[in-house]
């Protein structure tokens, strides 16, 4: 006879000396499993949120903490009934986060990572495409580090990658329930025997084989569910993409069997929206001349007085920088990866026109650069196209393709050798195909006081009679995902706009309005003024003088010298 002890802040003692009876373990795949018992009313009070462990010997048989103590009050006694949530209640209570990284103060400079209840399922802390069992992973170890007690173990037949999605403010069993969707047939349950409880996941196929007898039964159920048979399944990726203003879409379609149009009655088709190909591109067109400060031809066209010259003579030509091109139309920005900068290139110019033979300084100020006549183009933003999973049509099929059965069974063992959760069972001593079936079991319920155990097996739970439009609603309610790697972007999200800060100018000045020579008139008849003429240091100005005329004082104005 099997000895059943429990222990409560540090004692351990068996069940009768604690005044508990009618035990009842309630087990769920993909849920939380639950203990509920009754005390009597001399019993001691089991405080809410204490952590409770059953034991069957010297096996730990359940774990939990006491999460629901209601009172009952009959005429004639008072009984106490408690439940106790396995560990699996703390993903129901725990919000999954990722980290992300923002940007302190408004500033684009200073960053922190701060984790955010808006997560990248199918996708790592880098972008990186995961699979379903990585996945899985990362969700139980962030529970475990943030207060969860328990430990990840198996996880089997999750290989796949299925479409990433964005989720918002979801439990950590909200995450987990959206992956094993994707496998309608998955079980996953809790081992309490281990030294932490262990969470192992696995799909049908992965499960541990078990055969009972008919004759072992007290009551056996099984139904065909031949309306949850599919005859297909054909899965359609749709890539929006876009360019400049140009959208356009792409499919690709992924099908299970090869030749299934989805046409067929029963066929479950989905069309999935991944994130297309994006572009946003900046353009800036640029003209520009090559710098010829030795030229006729360059000078003339800063300076029209040089345009009718019959001869031009240069020489001492300054420059503040060697880039070869003058900036004519356009601009310059950052993104161009171009040289520019504002330069003045001066020259001493003797040149003879009909009028005038003299020699002076001539200077223009402009932009210098090494930038080419061309379109520049700028990559603002862009995302390459995100690649549908490999072989997920093949993975439902398997899960929900085959004819499926589910019902219930009911077995008196004093000994109760289950657990049967995270098995697949077959019957014996019935007809000759069950025993080749291989049925997950759903739920279990054991009472200890009773000695009887009862297992739903078959369907999973989350999956109704419709379970075509079922997994159809799982994809309705999925969000795309898009720009992942922004998650730990060191900078900000890349779509940042340059404007040009470089731009033409072409300011010219001849000797800075001083002439050696002033030729006024016409070929004839000329009033010449010639600074060549004075003696070296001799400034001539305007200057007033006073005189009389028919007896009135006047001003007059001349050109004179001190």
């Given at each position: 006879?099997?000895?059943?002890?429990?222990?409560?802040?540090?004692?351990?003692?068996?069940?009768?000396?604690?005044?508990?009876?009618?035990?009842?373990?309630?087990?769920?795949?993909?849920?939380?499993?639950?203990?509920?018992?009754?005390?009597?009313?001399s019993?001691?009070?089991?405080?809410?949120d204490?952590?409770?462990?059953?034991?069957?010997?010297?096996?730990?048989?359940?774990?939990?903490?006491?999460?629901?103590?209601?009172?009952?009050?009959?005429?004639?006694?008072?009984?106490?009934?408690?439940?106790a949530?396995?560990?699996?209640?703390?993903f129901?209570?725990?919000?999954?986060?990722?980290?992300?990284?923002?940007?302190?103060?408004?500033?684009?400079?200073?960053?922190?990572?701060?984790?955010?209840?808006?997560?990248?399922?199918?996708?790592?802390?880098?972008?990186?495409?995961?699979?379903?069992?990585?996945?899985?992973?990362?969700?139980?170890?962030?529970?475990?580090?943030?207060?969860?007690?328990?430990?990840?173990?198996?996880?089997s037949?999750?290989?796949?990658?299925?479409?990433?999605?964005?989720?918002?403010?979801?439990?950590?069993?909200?995450?987990?329930?959206?992956?094993?969707?994707?496998?309608?047939?998955?079980?996953?349950?809790?081992?309490?025997?281990?030294?932490?409880?262990?969470?192992?996941?696995?799909?049908?196929s992965?499960?541990q084989?078990?055969?009972?007898?008919?004759?072992?039964?007290?009551?056996?159920?099984?139904?065909?569910?031949?309306?949850l048979?599919?005859?297909?399944?054909?899965?359609?990726?749709?890539?929006s993409?876009?360019?400049?203003?140009?959208?356009?879409?792409?499919?690709?379609?992924?099908?299970?069997?090869?030749?299934?149009?989805?046409?067929?009655?029963?066929?479950?088709?989905?069309?999935?929206?991944?994130?297309?190909?994006?572009?946003?591109?900046?353009?800036?067109?640029?003209?520009?001349?090559?710098?010829?400060?030795?030229?006729?031809?360059?000078?003339?066209?800063?300076?029209?007085?040089?345009?009718?010259?019959?001869?031009?003579q240069?020489?001492?030509?300054?420059?503040?920088?060697?880039?070869?091109?003058?900036?004519?139309?356009?601009?310059?920005?950052p993104?161009?990866?171009?040289?520019?900068?504002?330069?003045?290139?001066?020259?001493?110019?003797?040149?003879?026109?009909?009028?005038?033979?003299?020699?002076?300084?001539?200077?223009?100020?402009?932009?210098a650069?090494?930038?080419?006549?061309?379109?520049?183009?700028?990559?603002i933003?862009?995302?390459?196209?995100?690649?549908?999973?490999v072989?997920?049509?093949t993975?439902?099929?398997?899960?929900?393709?085959?004819?499926?059965?589910?019902?219930?069974?009911?077995?008196?063992?004093?000994?109760?050798?289950?657990?049967?959760?995270?098995?697949?069972?077959?019957?014996?001593?019935?007809?000759?195909?069950?025993?080749?079936?291989?049925?997950?079991?759903?739920?279990?319920?054991?009472?200890?006081?009773?000695?009887?155990?009862?297992?739903?097996?078959?369907?999973?739970?989350?999956?109704?009679?419709?379970?075509?439009?079922?997994?159809?609603?799982?994809?309705?309610?999925?969000?795309?995902?898009?720009?992942?790697?922004?998650?730990?972007?060191?900078?900000?999200?890349?779509?940042?706009?340059?404007?040009?800060?470089?731009s033409?100018?072409?300011?010219?000045?001849?000797?800075?309005?001083?002439?050696?020579?002033?030729?006024?008139?016409?070929?004839?008849k000329?009033?010449?003024?010639?600074?060549?003429?004075?003696?070296?240091?001799?400034?001539?100005?305007?200057?007033?003088?006073?005189?009389?005329?028919?007896?009135?004082?006047?001003?007059?104005?001349?050109?004179?010298?001190?």
């Amino acid at each position: 006879m099997k000895q059943w002890t429990l222990s409560y802040h540090g004692q351990t003692k068996p069940l009768a000396e604690w005044g508990i009876s009618n035990v009842t373990r309630h087990i769920l795949n993909q849920g939380t499993d639950t203990v509920t018992f009754q005390t009597d009313a001399s019993a001691p009070v089991f405080e809410c949120d204490a952590i409770i462990e059953v034991f069957q010997d010297n096996t730990r048989w359940f774990w939990g903490r006491i999460t629901q103590t209601p009172t009952y009050y009959t005429a004639d006694s008072e009984s106490a009934y408690y439940k106790a949530s396995g560990p699996f209640w703390y993903f129901d209570h725990l919000v999954f986060q990722q980290p992300w990284r923002y940007f302190k103060d408004g500033t684009a400079t200073t960053t922190e990572v701060i984790n955010r209840s808006v997560c990248l399922l199918g996708q790592d802390d880098q972008g990186n495409t995961i699979n379903a069992r990585q996945c899985l992973q990362a969700i139980v170890d962030y529970a475990k580090a943030h207060h969860a007690p328990i430990e990840c173990g198996t996880i089997s037949g999750f290989d796949f990658e299925f479409p990433c999605e964005t989720i918002k403010d979801c439990s950590c069993s909200e995450a987990i329930l959206k992956l094993l969707r994707w496998t309608p047939n998955a079980t996953a349950w809790i081992d309490y025997t281990t030294k932490t409880p262990t969470i192992h996941f696995a799909c049908a196929s992965a499960l541990q084989k078990q055969s009972l007898s008919l004759r072992q039964l007290t009551q056996f159920s099984i139904i065909p569910r031949n309306d949850l048979k599919i005859a297909a399944v054909v899965l359609k990726y749709e890539h929006s993409h876009s360019a400049d203003g140009a959208t356009w879409k792409s499919v690709t379609v992924d099908r299970y069997p090869e030749n299934a149009t989805g046409e067929e009655l029963n066929a479950l088709v989905l069309t999935v929206e991944l994130e297309g190909s994006h572009a946003h591109v900046q353009e800036q067109w640029v003209q520009t001349q090559p710098i010829q400060p030795e030229s006729d031809n360059w000078w003339k066209k800063h300076f029209p007085c040089l345009v009718d010259a019959k001869s031009i003579q240069i020489s001492n030509v300054q420059r503040m920088s060697n880039l070869p091109n003058e900036l004519l139309e356009g601009a310059i920005a950052p993104w161009m990866g171009c040289d520019a900068t504002y330069e003045t290139i001066s020259a001493s110019i003797h040149y003879v026109t009909d009028e005038m033979d003299t020699e002076r300084p001539f200077s223009v100020k402009i932009c210098a650069t090494n930038a080419q006549s061309r379109i520049y183009q700028n990559v603002i933003s862009s995302g390459k196209t995100t690649q549908p999973p490999v072989g997920l049509a093949t993975t439902l099929y398997q899960s929900i393709g085959c004819l499926r059965y589910e019902g219930q069974l009911t077995l008196i063992d004093e000994d109760l050798s289950g657990p049967f959760i995270g098995h697949a069972l077959s019957f014996l001593d019935g007809e000759p195909a069950w025993a080749t079936l291989s049925l997950p079991v759903q739920e279990e319920r054991i009472s200890l006081d009773t000695g009887t155990t009862v297992l739903k097996f078959g369907a999973p739970k989350q999956l109704g009679p419709n379970d075509i439009c079922q997994l159809m609603h799982t994809n309705r309610i999925r969000t795309i995902t898009d720009n992942p790697k922004m998650r730990f972007a060191d900078q900000s999200s890349g779509n940042r706009t340059y404007f040009p800060h470089m731009s033409p100018i072409s300011d010219s000045q001849v000797d800075m309005g001083r002439y050696t020579q002033l030729t006024i008139g016409t070929k004839s008849k000329q009033v010449m003024i010639n600074a060549n003429a004075l003696p070296e240091n001799t400034q001539l100005s305007l200057k007033p003088f006073n005189m009389v005329e028919n007896g009135e004082l006047k001003q007059f104005w001349m050109i004179a010298s001190r």
